[in-house]
């Protein structure tokens, strides 16, 4: 009979610590997101928006916990680098009909004006 109580208080107990548990990972959980969301350098004008040079000033520091406070932040301006994704470099038109530049030509005498052919 104590045996029965004492599995009980042990396995009550484990199911107990294991909710204290998850409820103190979740409350810290969202401690370290409300910090991160401080985190100003997707509002800033040097933020590249590129994933290999994230910041031009400070790119060790760029999108991490480091960067609250930055002294070099500058609000985002229309033309920084980061407002301007998605402009690309315009594609050559590409013409749907195949175009003749010169017609009747001499293969033969194109290749080797000189060689006789039968």
């Known amino acids: 009979m104590l045996l029965t109580f004492l599995c009980a208080f042990c ?4 199911v107990i610590l294991a909710i204290g548990s998850f409820c103190l990972m979740l409350n ?3 401690k370290h997101l409300k910090k991160l969301h401080d985190v ?11 994933y290999r040079l994230k910041c031009t000033i400070h ?20 033309n920084c680098n980061s ?3 998605g402009q ?5 038109a590409i013409c ?6 010169a017609a009747n030509i001499d293969y033969k ?3 080797a004006p000189n060689a006789k052919y039968n």
């Not at 396995?11 to 484990?14: E, G, L, Y």
Request: proline fraction near 7%.
């Open 11 to 14: 396995a009550w107990s484990i």
């Open 96 to 101: 749907s009909k195949p175009t003749i530049l």
């Open 88 to 92: 690309r470099k315009p594609k050559l």
């Open 109 to 111: 005498q194109s290749f």
């Open 28 to 30: 810290k959980g969202t």
């Open 40 to 50: 100003p350098c997707s509002g800033c004008d040097f933020f590249t928006n590129d």
């Open 59 to 78: 790119p060790y520091k760029a999108c991490s916990e480091e960067a609250i406070g930055c002294i070099d932040f500058e609000m985002k301006t229309d």
């Open 83 to 85: 407002c301007q994704k």
